[in-house]
C-alpha cells in the first residue's frame, strides 16, 4: 500500500484552516462546500470534511476518510457501535474522489460563490478567458492564449456528475463551475488547490464585471 505522508489527523488540521480561510471570505456559507486532501495514492483514499458542519469552525476531527468510489473507509471496517460515531462524509465525496483520480490532485476544493453561479449561467457552455494577468495563477499565458473553463450541469448522482466532469475537463484549467451549484477547483496539494481556488474565483468575478 502507498501512502502519503500526510495522516488523517494532520490532513483534518490543514482542512479545517483552509476551510476556515475560505468560509471567512463567505465563500463556504452556512455548511455549504467541502475540502478533501488526498492521504493515500495506492488505493486512492481521500481526508474529506464531514457534512453538515460549519466550515468555518471545524476541529481536526472533523473528516472523514473515503475510498475512489467516495466511501468511508473506516466505516468499512468499524462495529454497527464504532461506525454509528464516525464523521458522516460530504455526499459530494465521490466527486472529489473522481477529480482526484482523474487528474492526479493532491486537494480538492468546492466552493459555493454567487460569481460561480452566475457564470454558469451566462456561460454554460463554459467561460471564455484571455489577455488577464491573473491567468498566470493557473498556468496560462497573460497574453496570446484563450481558455475556457468548463461548466457542467448539475446533478445529485454524483457519479453522472463525475462524468460531466470526465467529458468536459480542461487539462490546462484546474477547475470546472458545476451550474446553478458552485466552483470546484484543484491542485498537487492544498496550498495549490488554494491558490487555483482563488485565481478562478477572481477570474469569473472579472468576466462578469468585464461582459
Known sequence: MSRSNVGPAEAGAALAAEAARFASFGWMRGTSGNLSMVVSRDPLWLAVTASGLDKGALTPADIAVVDAAGRPVAAARATTEEAAALARPSAESPLHARVAGITGAGAVVHIHTVAAVVAGRRWPRGVALSDLEMLKGIGVAAAGERVRVPVIGNSQDMVELGDRFAAARDPRVPAVVVADHGLYAWGD???????????????????IALA
Open 189 to 207: 496539494d492544498l496550498l495549490k488547490a488554494r491558490h487555483h481556488t482563488e485565481v478562478v474565483q477572481w477570474l469569473l468575478e472579472a468576466a
